[in-house]
């Protein structure tokens, strides 16, 4: 469908410049795993913060403490067998005597730790102090294992479903592929730079639209590629979404040469094909060139601006 898309929208070059303000929902929308991202709201007691969790199909109030290990509150949870144990809390780690509690599953969200053993103590000292009953804390071990992060400000938890951990792993993936492509460029390796692309590639600038391998590789070496000063990129990814095996992202990118300082972003997608990562899209929506010695602040596209005369883009 999105494929479907692209030349309507961008064969125009007064469409192209307002392509990807519009594309971007439009890729939310079509990716199930960008909408369905996990914040929990937090709750209060006093100024703690709690978050209702599962257990074993009774909902829970667990205090959220980053110094702290998980643990029960053995008002909530008085079956089990008692042991000495150690615990660490916000008033450091200390040996203690407590029950050992073993739950079938505790659920935050949509995410399910199956099998836990936890330790369950008195916690009725904070209850009372914060003015509410808490049936346990949630703490950096758990936290950790379920990959949640704490956002104060908003007051919320964040819980990555199975979607943003796939996207992740394959956003890291291939990373490790375009961060040999980065380097490829600044050495002027043709022949790897060549096989990073895609034998379909399709890339858009600010001045010409390019299909395929050989035309985007030309591209770049012709303005690029062994400089008597050598050209140097520096690119950043972020706002990583899979589809398949593709993903899409969102880049900023520099470029320093001879002639002047070349920056830019857009929106890219690469293509996983015989077990490498190859760039499949690049559509640049806004370049601003810096000519070396030049007084003025730059020029920023669209062409036709007298002042942008040098720029390679």
């Not at 960008?34 to 929990?40: D, F, G, L, R």
């Not at 980053?66 to 053995?74: I, P, Q």
């Not at 009953?133 to 990555?160: N, S, W, Y």
């Not at 062994?226 to 969102?250: K, N, T």
Request: charged residues 25%.
């Amino acid at each position: 469908m999105l494929r479907g898309l692209r030349p309507r929208v961008m064969s125009h070059p007064s469409h192209r410049r307002l392509a990807l303000p519009f594309f971007l929902p439009l890729l939310a929308l079509a990716i199930p795993g960008a909408a369905v991202a996990q914040e929990i709201p937090l709750a209060r007691c006093d100024t703690l913060p709690l978050v209702e969790v599962r257990v074993a199909e009774h909902l829970r109030w667990l205090l959220v403490d980053t110094a702290a290990t998980t643990m029960l509150n053995l008002e909530s949870f008085a079956e089990g067998s008692s042991r000495d144990m150690r615990v660490t809390s916000w008033s450091g780690t200390l040996a203690t005597s407590a029950k050992e509690v073993s739950i079938e599953g505790l659920e935050v969200g949509r995410t399910k730790v199956a099998k836990l053993t936890l330790p369950a103590i008195d916690l009725s000292a904070i209850g009372k102090a914060c003015g509410r009953k808490i049936d346990g804390i949630l703490g950096a071990d758990l936290l950790e294992k379920l990959g949640a992060t704490v956002d104060l400000k908003r007051q919320i938890l964040h819980v990555p479903t199975a979607d943003e951990v796939h996207d992740a792993q394959l956003a890291s993936e291939m990373q490790r592929d375009t961060a040999r492509c980065t380097k490829a460029f600044n050495e002027s390796d043709e022949k790897t730079f060549g096989d990073c692309l895609d034998p379909q590639i399709v890339m858009f600038t600010t001045k010409e639209e390019l299909y395929g391998r050989e035309k985007v590789a030309s591209y770049f070496r012709e303005r690029y590629f062994h400089q008597p000063s050598p050209a140097r990129l520096e690119i950043h990814e972020s706002a990583f979404h899979a589809m398949g095996d593709a993903v899409w992202y969102e880049y900023e990118f520099k470029i320093e040469s001879a002639r002047g300082r070349l920056r830019g972003r857009g929106l890219a997608m690469c293509k996983k094909m015989d077990g490498r990562w190859r760039l499949a899209s690049m559509h640049h929506s806004e370049v601003r060139f810096e000519p070396n010695g030049a007084s003025g602040p730059g020029c920023l596209r669209p062409r036709n601006n007298p002042f942008c005369e040098g720029d390679p883009n």
